[in-house]
């Protein structure tokens, strides 16, 4: 009996086959249920080379590269060269997999939340919110430091690192698309650690840039095989140096980057390809209301129907460039 050869589909929520937005005032179709990106480039693959695939989704709101991580080599362990591409929306770095209790756990989300979800019922007065508490110390104590930073940057590159050679092993193609920014900068965050510390932020060290990261992230063991294998990693800073490298600086873009900056007229990425546009307005009126994940409740920043075809025709123009 044949078999089909099989694609894993992986990542956070922007690649949760099942995903629905916490908005309840739009219309029910529009909250999801839609194909994902890696639904769109399974059918782009079956027509560039005339075979039908089996794909499995994997992606789960909340996750991190760890947890897809762990389904990768589960997957490889179970089916072997049967796997022919992995497609992975790469989350952030500051993400993990707690092995133990099965739970997936955000520092930077849990800055923002904190203290309020503290605040909820029973339910939260759990081991689980304490670990958020925790992990809100951890990012204090470590998340603010060069050394901290350092060991995220090179976890990171390890857990793609790990990926690739699997791949080769059993001759997959690896496909990241970065769609979130794997390190968010430590300006970024200082509102929330000054609030949490009271504004007693001489421990923290603000001077942690974007060209720092870099020159770290070439130091990491991991770096030189990443970067010989480049054309696997789509809009991965860390291993697409040139401009950071040589001046002048330049980002490269994740995709929610890509959306904030607007389309060539300077606006309208939003209204198209996400779920519910941010607007200053919004923001102002409903900045205060928010849930336990410091979420805010009248916005969705994930990706429409339109926003994962979006994701999927730039991975497929850079698949195409580089694989065919």
């Known amino acids: ?27 029910e179709e529009e909250r999801g249920g839609w194909p ?15 075979t039908k695939y089996w794909i499995i989704h994997f992606g789960k709101s909340g996750s991190g590269n760890e947890y897809a991580l762990k389904h990768i080599i589960e997957c490889f362990a179970k089916y072997k060269d049967r796997i022919k591409f ?10 993990y997999y707690h092995e133990l209790s099965d739970r997936n756990f955000n520092l930077t989300g849990d800055i923002r939340a904190y203290p309020k979800f503290l605040d909820h019922g029973s339910h939260w007065n759990s081991s689980h919110q304490k670990m958020q508490e925790a ?9 603010g430091h060069k050394s901290g930073v350092g060991r995220l940057i090179n976890h990171g590159l390890q857990l793609y690192w790990t990926a690739l050679m699997l791949c080769q092993k059993y001759d997959a193609t690896l496909l990241v698309t970065q769609l979130l920014s794997p390190i968010y900068t430590l300006e970024t965050l200082k509102p929330n ?45 860390f291993v697409h140096i040139k401009d950071y490298i040589t001046p002048p600086f330049k980002e490269v873009d994740h995709w929610t980057d890509y959306i ?32 336990q994940y410091g979420q805010n409740l009248q916005v969705d920043t994930h990706p ?4 994962h075809k979006n994701i999927a025709d730039q991975l497929w123009k850079h698949y195409e460039a580089n694989f065919l």
């Open 193 to 237: 650690f000054k609030r949490i510390l009271e504004d007693s932020t001489n421990s923290i060290d603000y001077k942690i840039d974007r060209p720092w990261e870099i020159r770290k992230g070439m130091k990491s063991p991991f770096f030189k095989d990443l970067h010989e294998h480049r054309n696997h990693f789509f809009n991965l800073r």
């Open 1 to 27: 009996m044949f078999k089909k050869p099989i694609i894993i589909s992986l990542g956070c929520s922007f690649s949760d086959a099942t995903f629905k937005s916490h908005l309840t005032d739009i219309p």
């Open 86 to 95: 992995v497609l992975w929306g790469g989350s952030e770095f500051h993400r």
């Open 260 to 291: 904030r900056k607007g389309d060539n007229a300077g606006k309208g990425h939003r209204k198209k390809y996400l779920i519910r546009p941010h607007t200053k307005e919004t923001m102002a009126d409903n900045y205060n209301n928010r849930n």
């Open 36 to 50: 994902i990106w890696s639904d769109h480039i399974k059918n782009k693959l079956e027509i560039q080379h005339k």
């Open 304 to 307: 429409n129907a339109a926003g």
């Open 135 to 143: 992990n809100v110390h951890m990012a204090i104590n470590y998340a």
